[in-house]
């Protein structure tokens, strides 16, 4: 063997045993790198599951706050955060401005107590960059009348006409027998509604009492005027959850009970499901307690948590906190 072929096996026996050391248990050294990260992921995720019994009893909330005069001269980004049959006279002075003036008018006509006068105010022609249209009596016709396309427009004798003027047109709300307020409500309920609530959903569904896009227009209540509300696989699908959770807060009397149910990573539909816009773990219900980033993100919800399971899902049970003698000691 020449001196070179000696230098070439010697450098190949060196490279081999480096080799064999570096492999050495190389899964057992996989697993021991990736523990402080499982442990993490584990405790993060799963870690903050406990149960505690929640107030067998709901407190007594508001009754709705009479409006005896609702005046607006620009509309709300998510509608009229009022109860039905509230306002006993309405001025809207922005119609002409609105994107969606079918859904401003049966907000209006919503929150009227049956007979309530409602005023619009009217420029009566173009003058204004912003503006979207031009009130006509003809354009306002199907507020007023039973006609094929208003039932279409789902708007059909929601007012009386009772005049007609270039720069105002004055209605009469017409309503028939007002339905019992709503104490508790299940948001997003589907065909399940729990019994003994006010089933809420973006779909006419058999069991569903009101159909609304909660998402974008927020609940249709008064401050302080429910007292339970209950959520099972809803929350994944909203978009905006800091304004979802704000909304749940502010229709809850001190105190109110909220239970909600939320997929979390090892859920089998959680990631699969094309609707879903967000995951959820043990930590993030505690933004909405304080417990993580008070004021987070425009987070003006202030919850106090009663009880939490992690698995699969999440389910919590939170109380409204409006007062500081709501928060446990």
Not at 106 to 130: S, Y
Not at 147 to 165: D, H, K, Y
Request: glycine fraction near 8%.
């Amino acid at each position: 063997m020449s001196r070179w072929d000696e230098l070439r096996a010697q450098l190949a026996f060196e490279q081999g045993h480096q080799r064999a050391s570096r492999g050495a248990f190389p899964l057992l050294r996989k697993l021991a790198r990736l523990l402080p990260d499982s442990i993490a992921f584990v405790l993060f995720n799963f870690g903050s599951s406990f149960a505690a019994a929640a107030p067998a009893t709901e407190p007594e909330p508001d009754a709705p706050a009479a409006v005896p005069h609702l005046r607006l001269d620009t509309w709300p980004a998510h509608g009229l955060p009022h109860s039905d049959s509230v306002a006993d006279e309405l001025t809207f002075g922005g119609y002409e401005f609105v994107d969606d003036p079918l859904f401003a008018m049966r907000e209006l006509h919503r929150v009227g107590r049956n007979g309530a006068r409602l005023t619009l105010e009217l420029h009566g022609r173009w003058c204004d960059p912003l503006q979207k249209r031009v009130a006509t009596s003809e354009a306002l016709a199907p507020f007023v009348e039973d006609s094929a396309r208003a039932r279409e427009l789902g708007v059909a004798g929601l007012f009386r006409l009772r005049e007609f003027q270039e720069r105002h047109a004055t209605f009469e709300v017409v309503k028939g027998a007002g339905a019992a307020h709503p104490r508790r409500l299940d948001l997003g309920c589907g065909p399940n509604k729990r019994a003994g609530f006010t089933g809420i959903d973006i779909l006419s569904l058999p069991g569903v009492d009101l159909v609304r896009d909660v998402d974008r227009h927020g609940l249709p209540f008064s401050d302080g005027t429910i007292a339970a509300v209950h959520s099972a696989h809803f929350l994944e699908h909203v978009r905006d959850l800091v304004f979802v959770m704000n909304e749940i807060h502010r229709v809850c009397a001190d105190g109110a009970i909220v239970t909600l149910v939320v997929p979390t990573l090892l859920g089998p539909w959680a990631a699969a499901d094309p609707t879903h816009v967000r995951l959820f773990n043990a930590r993030s219900f505690g933004y909405f307690t304080g417990a993580e980033a008070p004021g987070y993100a425009g987070i003006t919800a202030l919850f106090e948590l009663l009880a939490q399971e992690v698995d699969t899902e999440v389910r919590v049970t939170l109380r409204a906190v409006k007062s500081a003698g709501t928060r446990a000691t």
